[in-house]
């Protein structure tokens, strides 16, 4: 698994339980990708955020690439400035990354995480 996901990936049963109710009434067309595309503007919905129009046609992946994913997934210890770069290297803007961020703690973030990124910034904005 990536480093900076380790042990946080979670929810895929949910997925697969919406993938087979799907699958059973039009196969092979709506992928998962799709899937969590419109469940993740529906759960910002439901808790009072915008609303957005979901293009749809995303296709699943079958391959990975962990350094890929190493590289290029933010992890939570990094400081607010490789947070920005790592996001910026994506084509994402600041303003998208306090989004998907808002979004990615829905329910609860642990204190534990947000101490250590105060903590790993310094004046220069450099990891520590």
């Given at each position: 698994m990536a480093k900076?996901?380790?042990?946080?990936?979670?929810?895929?049963?949910?997925?697969?339980?919406?993938?087979?109710?799907?699958e059973n009434v039009c196969p092979?067309?709506?992928?998962?990708?799709?899937?969590?595309a419109i469940t993740s503007r529906d759960s910002v919905v439901i808790l009072g955020g915008p609303n957005?129009?979901?293009?749809?046609?995303?296709?699943d992946s079958t391959t990975a690439s962990l350094s890929g994913a190493n590289n290029n997934i933010p992890s939570p210890s990094n400081s607010?400035?490789?947070?920005?770069s790592k996001f910026s290297a994506q084509g994402l803007?600041?303003?998208?990354?306090?989004?998907?961020?808002?979004a990615h703690t829905i329910g609860?973030?642990?204190?534990?995480s947000l101490l250590?990124?105060?903590?790993?910034?310094?004046?220069?904005?450099?990891?520590?």
């Open positions: 900076p996901n380790n042990g946080s990936v979670r929810g895929f049963d949910v997925i697969d339980n919406i993938k087979s109710a799907v092979g067309v709506v992928s998962c990708a799709d899937i969590l957005w129009n979901v293009k749809l046609g995303r296709r607010l400035s490789t947070l920005i803007s600041t303003k998208d990354m306090v989004a998907l961020s808002g609860q973030a642990r204190r534990r250590e990124l105060d903590e790993n910034e310094d004046d220069d904005g450099a990891d520590d």
